[in-house]
């Protein structure tokens, strides 16, 4: 997965959830009937014209979407297709071909089960080849990434007649025939590296068209084909009050969007392959010649490691990992059918949006990673968002689309950016009854050694706190209805991002009286993220929490966290990292990765509900599995070198102290201290240890609405 999706995963989704049918609480009927369609299929054949000369055996894939519900549709699509290269070198890699096309469809008996129809498109084709005969350059020999071949543009007319069969009111098979013809410029079948080839490649020495004619068989779904009921006026006809949202149902969610798996997933693919196509045409990459057969050599290789930077592996992945996400949580699905979507669009881009091999890591930071990145966007877009605001709403709108860009382009092409209507019933739906925020703006001082004077860095830093609900009051206790988390942004270190963690309750249970609720178990997901010039660190991390609480909520406090973990996927710098085996090898890598386990132990004192010291320490063990090893088999030392098992002991140390002024502002303290021991097997690694000390003075500011009415609404009483 590459930095792109970020980009892409705007435009994806503008397109896409600009298909979202838009909320219709004022029309006068019971149901709603889904207008877009979403298509898919998978085709073979032959060929004929010029690049018939050299290529052969056609396959293709395409993801379309449509909008009509009578005798025609409108719509566009992408396409991607490969070729094989014939005898004598049917063994070289196949040569991509990509369509992006409009398209209008006459369906016949269109309110029928069995619908014949006739498709024409129009659009722009795309001939890349993978083979290596046509580098005209060594991958070395150019920036990371590029692309060693050339290409050629073109344009494209097909002509598809089919049939579609309904089999739900929303899923319909889909059979047909296609025949496509297309023109590019001149492509030369000169081997640029090589010269004339024996046997030629191709009697010409260059060709600009082709055909290609075959079948092809997918599905059609509309979603919310079937109905489902319209909203309830938004205001009390009585009062002219607003309303809250009704309850979440088997239809909508606390949000009132329509539940749909149809457009999670047309979003999910949507941004995948868009990233493919931007990859493809704006960044010319030399990994986006996708097509089936690019998907079943992924398959056939498996999951390997790879080598991408720190920053993308760690904090980009997630990122899209959250858009996968968010592309269902923005369209009605729940938290568990968000997190299986998070992982699927893991799993379909590295089989199927990229012809790098699959990679093991980036499943568990884009899959798992994504889960506590997209709920973390999902529940603090939430409580930006306020339905009942009438005058500043773009703006909360706007302020909410950095946090969630997916769903932020789901409410505007819907609608809902705009249309004044009620909140959530359940304030956990929307702003927890215990919420705080602190944000913080100061320098750090970073050293290398024991003490910071040794190889001194100074730098700025802005970061901010959030306290999401209570570990101890919360009515609700549903994924996320409590978390806590820290976002750092650096200024001069190397990386502008520099800190976001996130520790997310799954579930949990109260162990004493409930009214007075003292002790607290739960299944906890950690996310880490730490980059700067000093040291590394990331992990996706699952475990058990225990929480005790003493005092009382709005004077003094002790809260105390244990947690034992187990780390699904760990990385931190390393030493020998480079020596790690790596697939189709385009960097050095400077960080390990292995699985790992850990725990922590954290103190937080607060004082009317505001932090006055947060005490923190964490151990995490990482036995690592693909990085500072090298020929890890004893039985396969080519070139006489042993192998080396490796494994990693990170000790991170926190203490902050917060220093009231007035209310909301104050003054801040930190000291920080990252321990890394690192044990190498093979006698020609050394062991190393690392350790960084940091110091920070920061001004505060605190924001924690529940606490100011809790304070407000006491010394009420009291008067």
Not at 558 to 569: F, N
Request: aromatic content about 14%.
């Amino acid at each position: 997965m590459r930095l792109t999706n970020v980009a892409v995963a705007l435009a994806a989704g503008a397109l896409l959830a600009g298909a979202l049918p838009a909320s219709a609480e004022d029309e006068p009927v019971d149901l709603y009937h889904g207008e877009w369609v979403i298509s898919s299929t998978l085709g073979a054949g032959a060929d004929a014209g010029g690049y018939a000369d050299f290529l052969e055996k056609p396959v293709n894939f395409d993801l379309n979407i449509s909008k009509g519900t009578g005798a025609w549709r409108f719509g566009g699509g992408i396409q991607f297709g490969s070729r094989n290269m014939k005898p004598p070198y049917d063994d070289e890699k196949e040569w991509a071909r990509f369509d992006t096309y409009l398209f209008a469809s006459r369906i016949f008996n269109h309110s029928g089960t069995v619908r014949p129809y006739l498709q024409a498109r129009i659009g722009l084709a795309r001939i890349h080849p993978r083979s290596e005969l046509f580098w005209f350059d060594e991958p070395e020999n150019l920036d990371p990434g590029a692309s060693p071949t050339r290409w050629a543009n073109g344009v494209s007319l097909t002509f598809q007649p089919g049939i579609e069969i309904q089999v739900h009111p929303s899923v319909a098979l889909d059979v047909s025939a296609w025949w496509t013809g297309y023109r590019t410029g001149d492509y030369s079948t000169v081997p640029p590296m090589h010269g004339p080839v024996d046997p030629p490649v191709s009697q010409y020495e260059t060709v600009n068209s082709g055909q290609e004619y075959g079948l092809k068989a997918g599905l059609t779904w509309r979603p919310h084909g079937g109905g489902i009921p319209r909203m309830p006026p938004p205001r009390d006809p009585s009062t002219g009050e607003i309303r809250p949202l009704p309850p979440p149902d088997e239809h909508r969610d606390a949000w009132g969007v329509p539940r749909s798996w149809g457009w999670a997933t047309a979003e999910m693919l949507g941004i995948n392959f868009g990233a493919s196509m931007f990859n493809e045409y704006v960044r010319q990459a030399n990994f986006n010649q996708i097509s089936p057969r690019s998907w079943a050599d992924n398959f056939e290789t498996g999951f390997t490691y790879d080598d991408n930077k720190f920053k993308t592996n760690q904090l980009i992945h997630p990122f899209n990992g959250a858009t996968y996400y968010n592309a269902a949580r923005a369209n009605g699905v729940g938290f568990w059918g968000s997190s299986v979507m998070s992982i699927a669009g893991a799993f379909v881009w590295e089989c199927c949006g990229e012809t790098h091999p699959m990679s093991w890591n980036d499943m568990v930071s884009t899959g798992i990673g994504g889960v506590a990145r997209g709920e973390w966007a999902y529940r603090l877009s939430s409580a930006i968002l306020d339905n009942t605001d009438d005058s500043g709403r773009v703006w909360r709108e706007l302020a909410a689309a950095p946090v969630n860009p997916i769903r932020t382009l789901n409410r505007f092409v819907s609608g809902r950016a705009t249309r004044v209507q009620g909140n959530p019933e359940n304030p956990y739906d929307w702003r927890p009854p215990n919420f705080g925020f602190q944000l913080m703006a100061g320098a750090r001082v970073i050293g290398e050694g024991e003490s910071l004077s040794e190889n001194t860095d100074y730098y700025g830093f802005l970061a901010g706190d959030v306290q999401y609900g209570s570990a101890f009051f919360n009515e609700r206790r549903r994924p996320f209805d409590r978390f806590d988390t820290t976002m750092q942004l650096n200024y001069g270190d190397k990386t502008r991002v520099g800190e976001l963690t996130i520790r997310g309750d799954l579930a949990s249970w109260v162990v004493n009286d409930p009214d007075d609720p003292k002790h607290v178990i739960a299944i906890i997901q950690d996310f880490d993220y730490i980059d700067n010039e000093a040291y590394e660190y990331g992990g996706q991390a699952f475990g058990v929490g225990y929480y005790t609480g003493h005092g009382a909520p709005m004077g003094s406090r002790l809260v105390t966290r244990l947690v034992g973990y187990g780390v699904a996927s760990a990385a931190v710098n390393a030493d020998y990292s480079f020596l790690g085996d790596v697939a189709n090898r385009e960097r050095y890598r400077e960080y390990d990765y292995g699985p790992g386990i850990g725990f922590a132990a954290e103190a937080f004192y607060f004082r009317k509900g505001r932090p006055l010291v947060d005490l923190r320490y964490r151990y995490t063990y990482i036995d690592v599995r693909n990085g500072s090893i090298w020929n890890p088999d004893p039985e396969d030392n080519e070139g006489g070198l042993e192998g080396s098992s490796a494994h990693h002991q990170v000790h991170r140390f926190r203490l902050r102290l917060n220093v009231p002024i007035t209310q909301n502002f104050g003054l801040g303290a930190e000291g920080i201290i990252f321990y890394r021991d690192s044990k190498y097997s093979a006698r020609f690694l050394r062991d190393v240890t690392q350790r960084n000390p940091e110091v920070r003075l920061f001004v505060t500011w605190d924001l924690g609405y529940s606490r100011r009415r809790a304070l407000r609404a006491q010394e009420a009483g009291q008067n």
